[in-house]
């Protein structure tokens, strides 16, 4: 079977999806990923069939404007950029879309994805699936992410006119460049919401997170979408795509000279002085007596010149699949594969959110007694300090520890989505 899994975003909306492709291609299928232009290079090393497709999100999270827009920690004034980005791309996603999805038995969709797939199988006949990393249909348990200040808790029917408004929103702002490719399809036009095209067809929305990180949805739900937990990368494909484990001999080395320490890791957020950010990790650190491994992947720091104690090792990009299970904690911006590592690895954690679906997150990091939550926006040194107490508290390791057994059942999540997509092919 020819599978064709279009996809958009930065890696952490991506990797997913090549997990699942691996895990495919493993079974015989002959699969085909579209990736935005700066990740073609990660899925082809991962051993896939890769075309470029979609707009370079990261290249626009980068710049100027896009680091701005993220340190203003709102994701409004996010997506009017991404909007602008995607208008301007629009005909040549719609081109790359449908050349990645020709041929194909079956398209695999993502969140970002979903509504051109959908428009594509209609005109292809034949089957869609949409792979879902935050909720993000109507329910009357969570908002929409970032739709209501995060600390609230609404009653239901609130919960559910949030995402009515969402979905319209989206339905309205996107609906003009939908229509140009259904034009391109020969399909008339349209005007129901990506949510009502999807049910209508009767698309499977598989929900690759834990329902334990969400109580109650799943319940609601009933069924309807399934929960699989995350889509991780084998060992053998990090190390394909160069997370290599000999490389981390030396921090391996660092770590189990002393107790574990704590590691910080900030992915794409926009600290534009880490120097400073760097500095209240040592400050903060050392007077809780506490070791800090610093991954600085995300900055231009420089880390052969930084000025730390001997209890902090500043480093690259980690593979947190080695290095999770050798630390006391987290600190991270809560993007929900990082959230996946440290909470399977057992460890406590502190999110640093920026936008999105990452204050969600962080809220029920919280509410789960997992850790602790921040607004990047308003980290500095005492509430870092806060936060870190919280991780070093008794009752928040005991909840960590538990969750990280809960969470390891998801090690079967590729093969448990593999098998919904081959029963969806064959009906």
């Known amino acids: 079977m020819r599978i064709a899994l279009p996809l958009a975003g930065t890696r952490g909306d991506v990797q997913p999806a090549v997990a699942l492709g691996v895990e495919l291609k493993g079974r015989g299928h002959d699969v085909v990923i579209g990736a935005p232009p700066n990740l073609v290079e990660f899925a082809t ?35 009017p950029m991404v909007a602008k980005q995607m208008a301007e791309y629009a005909d040549r996603f719609d081109d790359e879309m449908i050349d990645v999805c020709s041929g194909a038995d079956l398209i695999v969709s993502t969140t970002m994805t979903e509504d051109r797939g959908q428009s594509i199988a209609e005109a292809m006949s034949i089957p869609l699936i949409s792979l879902h990393t935050f909720p993000c249909r109507k329910n009357s348990k969570y908002p929409f992410p970032n739709g209501l200040p995060a600390q609230w808790s609404p009653p239901g029917p609130v919960n559910s006119a949030t995402w009515v408004v ?11 460049y939908l229509n140009k490719l259904r034009a391109k399809l020969d399909l008339p036009s349209t005007r129901q919401s990506v949510a009502a095209a999807l049910h209508r067809d009767g698309v499977p929305e598989v929900q690759i997170y834990d329902p334990v990180l969400l109580p109650g949805l799943a319940d609601e739900w009933a069924g309807q979408r399934p929960f699989t937990g995350f889509l991780e990368l084998t060992r053998a494909t990090r190390e394909a795509v160069g997370e290599l484990a000999d490389a981390h001999d030396d921090v391996l080395s660092w770590i189990t000279a002393g107790p574990p320490p704590i ?17 209240q990790v040592d400050d903060v650190t050392r007077r809780l007596g506490q070791r800090a491994l610093v991954s600085a992947g995300w900055s231009d720091l420089d880390r052969a010149n930084a000025a730390t104690g001997d209890h902090v090792k500043i480093v690259g ?28 690895a057992g460890l406590p954690t502190m999110v640093c959110s920026v936008s999105f679906e990452q204050p969600m997150w962080g809220t029920q990091v919280e509410r789960l007694g997992l850790g602790s939550h921040v607004r990047f926006t308003k980290l500095d040194a005492a509430t870092l300090e806060s936060g870190l107490r919280v991780l070093l508290e008794d009752s928040t390791i005991e909840h960590a520890r538990d969750m990280g057994a809960q969470l390891a059942k998801s090690a079967q999540a590729c093969a448990t989505v593999a098998d919904i997509v081959e029963a969806h092919a064959a009906k």
Do not use: W
């Open 317 to 344: 990009a980690l593979a947190h699949d080695i290095v999770f299970q050798h630390c006391a904690g987290a600190v991270h911006h809560g993007g929900v594969g990082t959230l996946f590592e440290s909470l399977r």
């Open 263 to 279: 590691y910080f890791g900030f992915g794409s957020m926009p600290i534009r002085d880490a120097a400073t950010v760097v500095a």
């Open 45 to 79: 090393r991962a051993g896939l069939k890769t075309k470029a497709c979609g707009p370079d999100v990261q290249k626009l999270y980068e710049s100027d404007e896009g680091q701005r827009a993220l340190a203003s920690g709102s994701t409004f004034k996010l997506m």
């Open 166 to 176: 969402a979905e319209n929103v989206r339905r309205v702002v996107f609906m003009k």
